[in-house]
């Protein structure tokens, strides 16, 4: 939710520094553009004070008012790419916000100010102006007017923050201090990235990733004061912080690019074989697998006597999946809740229970309220994340990361693929610590689960016919999914990215409660999609799930059935039939849901919608 990024590059650099930071700050916000596509802004400093150009919509209107608008030699530049919170998507909201009575400051913002009512009828009744309707303007005019007082930017800052309720990352940068960025973070993300001669800031490592491959995280209310060739830390109360975290990005600028594919979403579909044997890389030695990141007591994961998994949107139905296998392993119950609803209700959860958070983004506003709800509860949290050094599995007790490299496409597909098959790890490994499988059960497992690559990438070979399939129905107005057992989790999010992206109404249920009400939904036409379980496993699952095929179908509807090769049994009730590879029942989610993504993908792109921006949405979402 809102990208925001920073650069710093030296004072007086010449005519060939002279356009670096626009346009490393423009690069940066078109990596970062998945996370709002509101409105897009950027600023430098000219000889007067702050300079900035900002256009409602996205960002190819920035470009496009760059090059009739001339921007003189800065050292420095922020920018910002918005997903409307406080205000309308306008020019005027657009960030960055001017600061203070003589326009020397600059500010952008990502986050929520809770208390910026309050604070701007103090600064109206001081005679500062307003011109957004945006919270964000309120910081601008506060960190201007205390550095008026104060003549440093990085003390400016630190009063700010102190006045500041909610979640906020700011960049600031001053006419004053020609050179220097000061940035502060408190539950909104902040990375630095670090050149040689110059550094850069952002809100993901995607902003940077074109010049340097060396991050730093920032915790938790710090405070950075960055320039060309030093990056200063500190907390909200002026210590200074030395044990910033540094690491190596895993994955280089050309992950972050479409590589000829129409979408981001149509390349990650197609990366997902490669993801998931990313995240099953070096797990398991000597047949004992071992989860590095894994810093929780055995002692305490043998004493847990319950599971609870938060999450929101496709993290949360990659939840619903896995606890059929954690349940089936551990003989612990797991339970999935929507974070937001987790947290606001009053949950049994304590000592003895092992809270897993999935989120990709690893800031989900929602899901981090969650785990620090159930860490106050005495709660051992374990994050499952893709984004190395954000806020969810900086705060929890363990950390298990994907690495299946940057999604950027909004709807997500390559990363609840590897969410699903890290909580498959997390499980296993619960079961060997706690001694629920023998060590050759799990070495079976992990044999199984080794052999998914493959007939992923068996399944993405034979797509065209649900390609094919897509276009025909580009006129669809409702789309019905169905599943029993892990089948339905992934009906759910089958019916998640076609709603997300194709803008149409679908639903995904649970075959066996067809009849208790939905199935008066189904008239002549209505497509329904049907996740059939293998006939090789529980007998009665399959013949039942046939049965919900018939039901439909006697009602007159199109019947597309997602089945293992091999069962003919489902071919007289189908109109389509797609084939997925023959696997375990519990690992089926990780190629059932592919026919269903690639479906959504090609339906939307079909209708000649942004699939990978879809209306309304943003890829992280940090705020509540
Ligand atoms: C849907 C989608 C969202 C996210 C949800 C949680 O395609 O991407 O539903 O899954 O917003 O995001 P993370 O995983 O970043 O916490």
């Known amino acids: 939710m809102c990208g925001i990024v920073g650069y710093a590059g030296p004072i007086g650099g010449g005519a060939k520094e002279h356009s670096r930071p626009i346009e490393v700050v423009l690069e940066g916000l078109t990596r970062l553009e998945y996370r709002g596509y509101d409105s897009a802004g950027v600023a430098v400093l000219d000889g007067e004070g702050a300079h900035v150009v900002k256009r409602a919509g996205k960002i190819v209107n920035l470009k496009e008012a760059l090059e009739s608008e001339a921007v003189s030699e800065s050292a420095v530049a922020i920018g910002h790419t918005r997903w409307a919170t406080h205000g309308g998507p306008t020019n005027e909201n657009a960030h960055p ?50 550095y008026d007082a104060t003549g440093n930017l990085t003390t400016a800052m630190r009063e700010v923050v102190s006045m500041l309720e909610g979640a906020f990352t700011l960049l600031a940068i001053h006419h004053d201090e ?30 940077f990733i074109n010049y340097t491959s060396r991050a730093m995280e920032i915790g938790q209310d710090n405070i950075v004061t960055l320039t060309a060739d030093s990056v200063d830390v500190i907390d909200f109360d002026g210590n200074p912080v030395t044990d910033s975290k540094r690491y190596e990005v895993e994955w280089d600028a050309t992950a972050a690019q479409k590589g000829g594919y129409d979408s981001f979403m149509a390349k990650e579909i197609m990366e997902q074989s490669q993801a998931v044997a ?77 809270v897993v958070a999935i989120s990709q983004s690893g800031e989900t506003m929602d899901t981090l309220m969650a785990v620090r709800h159930a860490q106050e509860q005495g709660a051992k949290v374990v994050a499952i994340c893709n984004t190395r050094g954000s806020t969810i599995p900086r705060e929890s007790d363990a950390a298990l990361y994907l690495h299946v490299g ?10 609840y693929l590897g969410q699903i098959t890290a909580c498959y790890l997390l499980g296993l490994y619960l079961a060997q610590v706690r001694g629920n499988l023998f060590p050759d059960e799990i070495a079976q497992k992990m044999h199984e689960l080794q052999q998914i690559p493959g007939k992923i990438q068996q399944v993405l070979d034979g797509m065209d016919q649900v390609r094919d ?67 090789r496993g529980r007998h009665s699952l399959h013949s039942k799930v046939v049965s919900n095929i018939q039901e439909v179908r006697a009602r007159g509807a199109l019947t597309l059935v997602i089945a293992e090769e091999g069962d003919n049994e489902v071919n007289q009730f189908a109109d389509e039939v797609i084939r997925i590879p023959q696997t375990p029942v519990l690992f089926a989610p990780l190629l059932s849901i592919i026919p269903l993504q690639v479906f959504a993908c090609e339906l939307a792109t079909a209708k000649g919608l942004d699939v990978d921006q879809p209306r309304n949405l943003a890829k992280s979402v940090t705020v509540e």
């Open 97 to 146: 916000h001017i600061g203070g009575k003589q326009g020397k400051l600059a500010l952008v913002h990502n986050g929520i100010i809770e208390n910026f009512a309050h604070l701007k009828e103090l600064l109206l009744a001081e005679g500062y102006e307003f011109h957004s309707q945006t919270d964000s303007e309120v910081a601008a005019h506060l960190v201007a007017r205390a």
């Open 178 to 207: 020609p050179g220097t960025i000061v940035a502060a973070r408190r539950n909104s993300p902040l990375v630095v990235g670090l050149g040689e001669g110059e550094n850069f800031l952002g809100s993901d490592v995607a902003a």
């Open 406 to 415: 940057p999604e950027i496409a909004v709807a997500s597909t390559k990363a």
């Open 469 to 535: 399939l897509a276009r025909r129905m580009v006129d669809t107005q409702s789309v019905l999914f169905l599943g029993r057992h892990v089948g339905y989790p992934t009906a759910m999010e089958g019916a998640l990215k076609l709603k997300e992206i194709a803008y149409i109404h679908a639903e995904g249920f649970a075959a066996g409660e067809l009849k208790h009400g939905p199935i008066a939904l189904v008239d002549e036409g209505q497509p329904v999609f049907v996740v059939v379980p293998s006939p």
């Open 278 to 354: 990313d995240t099953l890389l070096g797990r398991s030695e000597d047949g004992k697998l071992q989860l590095d990141e894994m810093r929780i007591d055995e002692a305490v994961l043998r004493r847990i006597d319950k599971i609870v998994v938060v999450a929101c949107g496709t993290a949360a139905n990659a939840g619903e999946v896995v606890k059929y296998a954690i349940e089936h392993w551990c003989r612990i119950p797991v339970e999935v809740e929507l974070a937001h609803e987790f947290r606001y209700r009053d949950p049994v959860v304590n000592e003895k229970t092992l």
